[in-house]
């Protein structure tokens, strides 16, 4: 048990490379589905372009006519100070250590150093804390008084944007509960969009952000069209889902989401069409002093010990391109 009692931290270049980035680049990132900003400057900014239009014209005479500049949209995704803890007693934490190391199957068990045991401690916690950003990047709320309330996550902030400069409907469980009904949902919601959203098509980015209910029922309803592919995919289940060429996905959000029954800015149901780089994830841990991870062994309790501090946030970069639909009882 003493090889888990060394106190580990890790500040600087070692937070960053050892802990975080792994988890907020390359594959991991892109298993969030959204735009992560690792280690931005503070304030972190998005500049966003959009060019000139009607550029070309006549040529008759010398001269400069580009005199208007291009449209240019600001964006700042506010950051909080966030920190993540956790404590098990010291026989459950070598358990939960030492399984991670003989699933390796390059381990020698007779051989444990402390490398492979910092590793196993620092893939645990690490897991712990992806998970919690990405719950809180999607259900989260600062009003809240317990629960996932450290920042504004992008249902919250989708509800509120789509009210006022984008699109929002609504539907009834009866629409949930008669799964062809599902593709009216998502019809609805691509017609009603943003026409620069519609446009937005071609570059492969669009994608229907849907709760579990209507995930379900849009399959069930693929399940009921009688074709010979229905049927394999009946049998073999799907992978992915499309609806029109965009992809429908589900956060997997229902464990969330089920604690948060009867919350009015946090709908429990909902399909959200946008454009994944419109949502983006920004966390820093470079630009404040204090941000660390911290782990250690407190003999008084027999507990070992895990402490991250860091910054963290998300924004939806342009408000007007969301489309919604959310089950009428969030709107009530």
């Known amino acids: 048990m003493s090889a888990l009692e060394n106190a580990k931290t890790y500040t600087g270049k070692n937070l960053e490379t050892i802990f975080f980035r792994p988890m907020l680049s390359g594959p991991s990132?892109?298993?969030?589905?959204?735009?992560?900003?690792?280690?931005?400057?503070?304030?972190?900014?998005?500049?966003?372009?959009?060019?000139?239009?009607?550029?070309?014209?006549?040529?008759?005479?010398?001269?400069?006519?580009?005199?208007?500049?291009?449209?240019?949209?600001?964006?700042?995704?506010?950051?909080?100070?966030?920190?993540?803890?956790?404590?098990?007693?010291?026989?459950?934490?070598?358990?939960?250590?030492?399984?991670?190391?003989?699933?390796?199957?390059?381990?020698?068990?007779?051989?444990?150093?402390?490398?492979?045991?910092?590793?196993?401690?620092?893939t645990l916690f690490r897991h712990a804390i992806a998970e919690a950003i990405r719950a809180t990047m999607w259900v989260g709320d600062t009003d809240a008084e317990s629960g996932y309330n450290t920042f504004d996550g992008f249902l919250k902030l989708a509800l509120a944007y789509a009210k006022t400069v984008g699109f929002l409907t609504q539907y009834s469980q009866d629409d949930i509960s008669t799964p062809s009904k599902s593709v009216d949902i998502f019809n609805e919601v691509w017609v009603e969009s943003n026409e620069r959203l519609k446009s937005l098509k071609a570059d492969g980015n669009l994608v229907y952000f849907v709760s579990a209910d209507v995930y379900q029922a849009y399959e069930q309803h693929l399940d009921s069209l009688g074709t010979e592919g229905a049927y394999q995919d009946y049998m073999n289940g799907r992978q992915t889902l499309s609806y029109h060429g965009i992809p429908v996905v589900d956060p997997n959000l229902y464990y969330y989401l089920s604690s948060l029954y009867g919350s009015k800015v946090i709908p429990q149901s909902f399909c959200i069409l946008t454009d994944r780089r419109n949502l983006a994830l920004a966390v820093n841990t470079a630009d404040f002093p204090g941000n660390e991870v911290r782990m250690w062994y407190n003999p008084d309790e027999m507990e070992n010990r895990q402490r991250a501090v860091f910054m963290a946030g998300c924004e939806i970069l342009d408000d007007a391109l969301?489309?919604?639909?959310?089950?009428?009882?969030?709107?009530s």
Do not use: C
Not at 76 to 94: C, N, Q, W
Not at 100 to 114: F, K, P, Q, S, Y
């Open 29 to 122: 990132a892109t298993e969030l589905g959204v735009r992560v900003l690792y280690n931005m400057p503070v304030p972190t900014t998005v500049q966003m372009w959009e060019p000139k239009e009607n550029i070309l014209q006549k040529f008759t005479s010398a001269g400069w006519s580009g005199d208007s500049v291009s449209k240019k949209l600001q964006k700042t995704i506010p950051l909080h100070r966030v920190k993540a803890e956790m404590g098990y007693s010291a026989a459950d934490y070598f358990s939960l250590v030492y399984e991670l190391i003989t699933n390796r199957a390059d381990v020698n068990m007779e051989d444990l150093t402390g490398t492979e045991l910092e590793e196993a401690e620092t």
């Open 322 to 331: 969301i489309s919604m639909a959310v089950r009428e009882e969030t709107l």
